[in-house]
């Protein structure tokens, strides 16, 4: 007989299989990134249809199965529907999914990325912090999980962005998002970052690429 289990995470992808069903990839606190399957989850009513849609975090009732999980229900506690609702704010979260999928991985704990996924988002909906420095921060501090980084900026730059750069290296992940630059600033960390990515990161994303034709967009517009 086949174990059932529960585990607390965030659904990071989610895609149709048939016409009825979802091949799901949770992110999980316990056991890291999972593929789970919702039958029956596209159909009108069904109650897999809201546990089965991307940022849905909360506690995911599971059949265990020889390689991959079936979703037997879930109790969901955020659904980040404000930032469904938020064309950019939304490209933002599937860039951060994405990121996350790239550096989890299967039967390793979840639990700092998770934590780090869910506190971005979060973040996302405070208009008080822009979203390309939560980007920037998002994107340093996987690296920093996964021990892609350097300790200091891999660049000369200003005292002030050195300090953020060693600030989001060492803080909490509760702290992360607790502060603003100036835009001389940011232009130095986002730097140091980007430079950061392209040494250690070898992944192209779509969701990276959607945001950006989306902001080239509005500038145009504007």
Not at 117 to 140: C, G
């Amino acid at each position: 007989m086949r174990d059932r289990i529960e585990l607390a995470g965030m659904v990071i992808k989610s895609t149709s299989v048939g016409e009825y069903d979802k091949r799901l990839v949770i992110l999980t606190r316990e056991r890291g990134r999972i593929t789970a399957f919702a039958r029956g989850a596209k159909r009108p009513g069904n109650s897999l249809m809201g546990p089965s849609r991307p940022f849905a975090f909360g506690i995911f009732k599971l059949l265990e199965g020889r390689e991959a999980y079936n979703l037997q229900g879930a109790e969901i506690s955020q659904y980040f529907e404000e930032l469904v609702m938020d064309m950019e704010g939304a490209c933002y979260g599937q860039y951060f999914l994405e990121f996350g999928e790239y550096y989890s991985r299967e039967n390793l704990n979840g639990e700092a990325m998770l934590l780090l996924i869910y506190q971005s988002l979060r973040a996302l909906l405070k208009p008080n912090i822009p979203n390309p420095l939560i980007q920037r921060v998002f994107e340093l501090k996987a690296m920093v999980l996964n021990g892609e980084y350097t300790e200091h900026p891999p660049k000369p730059v200003c005292d002030s962005a050195a300090y953020t750069w060693e600030y989001v290296t060492v803080s909490p992940i509760e702290k992360l998002y607790t502060f603003v630059v100036t835009a001389e600033v940011f232009e130095e960390f986002k730097q140091c970052v980007e430079i950061n990515k392209q040494r250690y990161v070898d992944r192209e994303f779509h969701s990276l690429e959607i945001l950006k034709a989306l902001q080239q967009g509005l500038s145009v517009k504007g």
